[in-house]
């Protein structure tokens, strides 16, 4: 394990060291039945939501200091970030490998030619057994039988929730929804 239960905790509240933990139990299940390495999945769920708690100007001031280039998107929102900066975290502060930076970097928005690791975390995040909500349950039941399809079906719930709230929407999210429906023709 790269990290502590007390060094998260340390790091985060008390409801996202519960979310984290419950990603990663989930992480590693998924990476058990789909053939990764469960020590990357278990690495990348713990640290996937390393600087979350932090605020808006903190995350920008690690990017400042890591001479990241935000994209405007990314600027207007705050939530995306994290996955940026938490990326940058893992790698500085507790060495993690560049799988396991990656799928923290992709966990929020995924991207075209997502690794399987990649998808897992992805997955395992929006799966979590305290995640609920209307599309929880047909990601929850996919992510076991078919990653691609559970992605899918996460990125879709995730794409009408952001219309409906008018949120933006991070075009490596389209990009990632629209390379799993070329390569994957016969999921819908």
């Not at 929020?108 to 349950?137: N, S, Y």
């Not at 047909?138 to 996460?154: K, M």
């Amino acid at each position: 394990m790269i990290i502590s239960e007390s060094e998260l905790l340390n790091r985060m509240s008390p409801e996202r060291l519960r979310h984290t933990l419950s990603c990663a139990e989930s992480a590693v299940k998924l990476a058990e039945r789909h053939g990764a390495d469960e020590k990357y999945a278990l690495d990348a769920a713990l640290l996937h939501d390393i600087t979350r708690d932090l605020s808006f100007k903190n995350q920008l001031k690690i990017c400042r200091e890591h001479d990241i280039i935000l994209s405007d998107i990314h600027k207007k929102s705050p939530a995306l970030l994290h996955a940026i900066t938490g990326s940058v975290i893992a790698k500085t502060e507790f060495s993690a490998p560049d799988p396991v930076c990656d799928a923290i970097r992709w966990h929020t928005t995924g991207r075209a030619g997502m690794t399987l690791l990649e998808k897992i975390i992805w997955v395992a995040d929006f799966i979590e057994p305290g995640r609920t909500g209307e599309h929880v349950k047909a990601v929850r039941d996919a992510a076991f039988s078919d990653i691609d399809r559970a992605l899918l079906l996460g990125i879709d719930a995730t794409i009408r929730y952001l219309i409906l709230k008018s949120g933006y929407i991070d075009t490596d999210t389209v990009e990632a929804r629209n390379e799993v429906l070329k390569t994957r023709k016969e999921l819908f």
